[in-house]
């Protein structure tokens, strides 16, 4: 599952011109887990070009560093259901990239703490270590990530796909292009091919605040996560509490959804002052210690359960998109569908 590329040396001809060389080339956008799993099956089958916005590979399985503070700002952990994410995952978790976070986990209904118990290895919560961009890091091992490159435009010429981050700044030709960031993103490349973008504009995805708080001194909590109902937040936890964590004592807060939503634009000091109160009523403690307090705007970050196709496949115009919005909001989402868009496509190549 973790093999090095070939490396071979390539020729500039390739499949889609019918030149010398039978490899075909593939460009896939967006370093998220979907991107890094389609890249890595489909790398024993073409040659393999990611391009990412950011600096680094993993997505919404993102760390954010503040001096001796460290936060999960984006995906909390993950769950298992399938063999075939169990089976994916067991390298990482042998190589120490994935641990079981045992976590004491509360539920509050508003600020009424309604549950309490313990995360067991009977059903595993997983988080990346020592971090989560840990993950993200082992997965784009050996592969060919072009970074803080943000497609802003795709053309399809003669010899194939020209993906393009600004005004001379082409890559390519590529046989097949392969999108994997977020729907509205995907959609507004990709527009003019109609199935395309109706598959695209059929799924919204949904807003996250999140708040990161640092302290000088640990918060006497009785908990390490908690699920949080009828409030403007879905989630708080002490995100040095996970596993091979050895940063100062951190709390991670997320706000609902529907919050998010109506809110994204506003200002920051108002969402920052907004959130605090409430994960300070919630949490019945005085939060306004933190010695650091910082808002981060996530546009894309969830979605509801979606019907039909876990991935989108365009044979007539070499055209492919996966990605947990494919499927619903959740990290084992964005596996199943990069991979199964990595079956189809190995099918064909």
């Known amino acids: 599952m973790y093999r090095d590329a070939a490396g071979a040396d390539y020729a500039e001809t390739n499949s889609y011109m019918g030149g010398a060389s039978t490899v075909t080339r593939i460009a896939i956008v967006g370093a998220g887990l979907s991107g890094l799993v389609v890249a890595r099956r489909l790398q024993d089958h073409a040659d393999v070009t990611v391009f990412e916005k950011s600096r680094s590979a993993g997505g919404r399985m993102a760390t954010r560093y503040a001096g001796e503070f460290e936060f999960d700002h984006g995906a909390q952990f993950f769950t298992a259901r399938s063999e075939r994410f169990r089976r994916f995952l067991q390298p990482l978790i042998d190589a120490g990239a994935v641990a079981n976070w045992q976590a004491r986990f509360a539920e509050y209904d508003g600020s009424s703490l309604s549950t309490l118990r313990a995360w067991g290895d009977d059903y595993p919560h997983y988080v990346g270590t020592p971090r989560m961009n840990s993950i993200g890091k082992m997965l784009s091992a050996n592969l060919d990530i072009v970074f803080e490159t943000e497609i802003t435009g795709i053309a399809r010429g003669r010899d194939g796909w020209v993906p393009a981050a600004g005004a001379g700044n082409e890559s390519g030709p590529f046989d097949w292009l392969v999108m994997t960031s977020p729907a509205a993103q995907t959609a507004a490349l990709v527009e003019g091919f109609d199935d395309f973008s109706a598959f695209c504009d059929e799924r919204r995805m949904l807003g996250c605040l999140a708040l990161m708080l640092g302290f000088a001194k640990p918060v006497d ?49 108002f969402i920052l002052d907004h959130m605090l109160d409430e994960a300070s009523r919630v949490a019945g403690e005085h939060l306004r210690s933190a010695a650091h307090r910082q808002v981060h705007r996530w546009r894309y970050a969830n979605i509801d359960t979606q019907a039909g196709p876990t991935c989108f496949v365009d ?35």
Do not use: M, Y
Request: hydrophobic letters at 45%; one cysteine or more.
């Open 221 to 269: 909590l009785p908990w390490d996560a908690a699920l949080v109902r009828n409030a403007d937040i879905s989630w708080i936890s002490v995100n040095s509490s996970k596993p091979a964590r050895d940063s100062a004592f951190s709390l991670l807060v997320h706000s609902t959804n529907a919050w998010a939503d109506a809110h994204l634009e506003d200002d920051t000091d």
């Open 315 to 349: 044979d007539g115009n070499q055209l492919a998109a996966c990605g947990d919005w494919c499927v619903r909001g959740r990290i084992e989402a964005a596996f199943t569908s990069a991979s199964d868009l990595a079956e189809s496509l190995i099918a064909r190549l």
